[in-house]
């Protein structure tokens, strides 16, 4: 029944319809909501993600991906969702091998007796768009031939009919349909899975990488053989391995998961900080590690991309966050489609000093798993509740580096990614910045000294304004101002203190401790004169209203 178009299409749309409905019903009966309430609405939600799920493991094509795209997308699904969502595993029983080999026959236009000596009879892995069966060609090569399941365009094809629905009722509908671009959406979904059912994409982007990590000896990516391969048919090398969890192998075959963990953070470091494609689904089953521990990277079907102007963009936004200067890494969330329209810059300069503030007043000497998922919860938080659309490909981004942090983190839980990303992005900044003007580490010079400059000529308004306060005779205008001249003194002294707090970070973190020291020692030296400055005001005050 499931492989019938127009069952799939009923048992989608019935879903959703079900869902819409329990979701009317819900409000309908709760006018007003206290903590019980959100329990029980988390809770309906959660069932609902369950059981979209199980359909999706029951019916396989679309909704499987589909699933594992939305799993990605924080700014338009609530969090109980993604949740469940986001293990969902593309793994799906095998379809007969006699229709496997009448499409590859079908494909290469001649019996596979004439390339292949010898293929398995059964699949060593099978996914909602295509099977993996192990061979050998004439010339003794062992290779992995992956072929689209039987029907799948047709499978497809229906599914994209349902989400056409599925996306125009949410529309018509639903409050959440008509506050998101529910046809851009559509639009992300067909291109991004339409790339996944042609197998020539896939083999452009195996070659792509086959390149760039051609000179590094550390990883190995399989060679693949255009000759053989067609949209519906990919043939490459085949690599024995086992996956790089797999802690057993890694113990019998003395393979250091720490050293292993960190060779694969490069790996995914070198894609994210630099343009170009990334390999945007970076599990543990795509990853496979040789007996000499060698780390092997498979399935290059979801691939995304990060333009140079994007990658210019996140680095001035990152350069913004060590600056301070919000308002540039605002500008550079808009540059990168982050923000919607109606967005408010202000408002979201303010978030982000507000989290930046709170991140710093913790203890980040290391940045282990459980911060970075503090990050990550807090992300989608402000992601869900601001005006912040996800374009596409940095959606792929996100989850990719969720993926990829769960797998280092079963390596090696106590992974430390600040201590072994500072050198990569210390020098990424260094390189990119160059490019387009001064160094950032110059301009971080820049901004820490202004407020030092400033200091002198703040010092003198300050000690002048002891003399504006004997004009006041008014003893209730006179309280105002004491307090506000001593939360000036305050201020400054906190502000200061703060500013070395960051200069001292920002440059301990870079090894430049000659320059840490002097700004530090400026910094400090500006911080006690400051305190000075306010006990002596706030003496002078006690003994003018003594004598008033």
Known sequence: MKNFSLYRIYITVYMTVKFIFQLYLFHKRNPSWDATTYEQWEELLRKQAQEYRERAVQLEGLLIKVGQFLSTRADIMPQVFLDELADLIDQVPPVPPGLSMQLLEKEWGQPYTNYLSEISEQPVASASIGEVFKGQLLNGQDVAIKIQRFNIDKIIKADFKSLRIVLWITRKFTKFGREIDTKALYKEVVSTIGDELNYYKELKNGQYFKKKFEDKENYYIPQFYEEYSTRRVLVMEWVDGRKVTDMAFLRQNNIDPIATSEKLFSFFLDQLIDSGKFHADPHQGNIFV??????????????????????ENIRKMVQGFVLEDYELA????????????????????????????????????????????????????????????LPAEFAFLGRAASIGLGVLATLNPNIDFLALGKPAVSEWLEEKGSESGPTWQKQVLTESARPLLALPKNINNYLESPKLDRYQADQHQWRVINHQRSMLGLSAAVAVFILFLIVAAVFYYLEAMFLSLSFGVLATAALFLSLILYKSHKRWVNKFYQGN
């Open 290 to 311: 040789t007996a000499e521990g060698q780390i092997i990277i498979l399935d290059f079907g979801m691939i995304g991309e990060i333009t140079r102007s994007d990658s």
């Open 330 to 389: 605002v500008d550079q969330l808009q540059e990168l489609g982050f923000l919607l329209p109606h967005a408010d810059k202000q408002r979201m300069q303010n978030l982000l000093k507000y989290y930046i503030d709170l991140y710093l007043e913790q203890d980040l000497n290391e940045l282990d798993q459980a911060t970075v998922e503090e990050i990550f919860e807090d992300l989608q938080a402000i992601v869900r509740e601001q005006p912040i659309q």
